[in-house]
């Protein structure tokens, strides 16, 4: 069967590709920028074609083969800056355009659980979205979930930032919300469960755990199975501002998203029962459960996917390949050589740069710059890695982004996302023993120059350091 997968890129794209290839499916992967697409960590690549296409520009979705036999919709724009709803529209309707010219017998859309009295933007755009697909030629299956527990998924990590970080929580009273939370490996059972059964054309179906839990529950049994002793105090106080600001700046998570997150919290989510799990011969995962698997793959570092490498409406939104050629003329550079004993080595710490392993020299002054940058809006340094060892072009890497990373040639290239008066890059490459490691900054305006000049002392201390911890001698 030939499949068409939109939101290649994104957090459950990423976990039902490998469901789809075992199962012997032809997959072609739409991505905005085929560079942030790294079939080679998939087996069974070879069933695996990908097009460059964007939902919001009409004239790109051209490329869609017109013999596919299904088509997925995982896109959605909530962590974008802006009216996002006006964005899921355009795409939706984009998509609906392009699929009717296929051969595809189905669409599978993931929405959320939606409460038909009261609705978020965020679900109120769900729904929309769900109604423009539905008047497509082509049957349309609906899947409607609530809160999605798993590794990398940005409820799971919001909810771990929480519980690890605070002892005492002063929370909202939107923590008494209930919600019905389903575990991801439930989700993808679910997603490619129902691809080409009939019965489920022109439906939806909402799908759940087996727990009806508050948020408040959600906190004090993550600790439980963290063995985290945390008390959570409720206030009814604080307004969804306020409580939008809370979540951003304790947890990883951006402002519109933490802004979106408080919106859709407000409202109970819980789901209308149904017998699809049963004719799919799904087991339903307890919550505690699911987080117990989550953390069982973030030990043994087989995080698949994770919400933070979406780039929402970044710089890097259109695509990586103009910031890849790191400009010569008009900037300012800070460049560093040392020579290594053990190239393999240096790499090696290269490449486990940021996250767990800190940036080798004066984190404190790295957690700073951190919480300055949330300070003013940006991403901050909390984002992390999803794997210790491994890094691919496109994914976040703390507050910067992943232009190009090749091991084989010994070069990382990253690309600042924090909060600049201009555009930074950082690159290390090791050749002929010799480790390199540039930092590149195009100043805008006065302001920009004015930030070098006064980050320069220091850029000298923190530079040199990194570069003598990357170089140092392997005992």
């Not at 069967?1 to 012997?24: F, S």
């Not at 259109?318 to 790191?326: D, P």
């Amino acid at each position: 069967m030939k499949i068409l997968l939109t939101g290649a890129t994104g957090y459950i794209a990423q976990r039902l590709l490998p469901v789809l290839l075992e199962k012997g499916h032809e997959v072609v992967c739409v991505v905005r920028d085929a560079k942030r697409f790294n079939r080679n960590k998939f087996e069974n690549k070879n069933l695996i074609s990908i097009i460059e296409a964007d939902l919001l520009e009409r004239d790109s979705l051209n490329s869609f083969p017109q013999n596919i036999d299904a088509a997925y919709y995982l896109v959605h724009s909530m962590s974008s800056n802006g009216k996002f709803s006006r964005l899921e529209e355009k795409s939706a309707r984009n998509f609906v355009g392009a699929i009717n010219s296929t051969s595809a017998k189905q669409i599978i859309y993931l929405s959320g659980i939606i409460n038909d009295k009261e609705l978020s933007e965020h679900l109120s755009s769900r729904k929309n979205v769900e109604e423009i697909l539905g008047s497509s030629n082509v049957p349309l299956t609906t899947l409607r979930a609530g809160i999605i527990v798993g590794s990398g998924s940005a409820s799971f990590e919001i909810i771990r930032d929480l519980v690890e970080k605070l002892p005492v929580m002063v929370a909202p009273k939107w923590l008494h919300t209930k919600c019905q939370p389903i575990a991801i490996r439930n989700v993808i059972e679910f997603l490619s469960g129902v691809l080409h059964v009939e019965e489920t054309y022109n439906r939806h179906f909402d799908i759940y755990g087996p727990d009806i839990l508050t948020y408040k529950q959600m906190l004090l049994q993550f600790a439980e199975v963290r063995k985290l002793k945390r008390r959570i105090i409720t206030v009814p106080v604080m307004s969804p501002r306020l409580s939008s600001y809370w979540l951003y700046f304790v947890t990883s998570t951006s402002y519109s998203l933490a802004k979106n997150l408080v919106n859709s919290m407000k409202i109970d989510v819980v789901a209308n029962q149904n017998d699809l799990q049963e004719k799919l011969g799904i087991k339903l995962i307890p919550y505690k459960e699911a987080i117990k698997i989550a953390f069982d793959k973030i030990e043994q570092n087989l995080v698949l996917s994770s919400w933070k490498d979406a780039f929402g409406k970044s710089r890097l939104y259109k695509s990586l390949s103009k910031h890849i050629k790191v400009p010569e003329y008009g900037v300012f550079v800070d460049r560093k050589t040392a020579k290594t004993n053990n190239p393999e080595v240096a790499t090696d710490r290269i490449f486990a740069i940021g996250g767990e392993a800190g940036w080798y020299y004066a984190d404190w002054l790295w957690s700073f710059r951190g919480f300055l940058d949330k300070l003013f809006g940006g991403v901050g340094l909390k984002r992390g890695r999803k794997n210790r060892a491994l890094i691919s072009a496109g994914e976040s890497l703390d507050f910067w982004r992943v232009l190009y990373a090749n091991r084989e040639e010994k070069r990382l290239l990253l690309y600042a996302e924090m909060k600049l008066p201009g555009e930074a890059w950082l690159e290390f490459s090791v050749k002929n023993g010799i480790v390199t490691q540039t930092a590149t900054f195009r100043p805008l305006g006065l302001a920009g120059r004015l930030y070098w000049y006064a980050v320069l002392p220091f850029h000298y201390f923190i530079f040199n350091g990194m570069i003598n911890k990357i170089t140092e001698k392997n005992e």
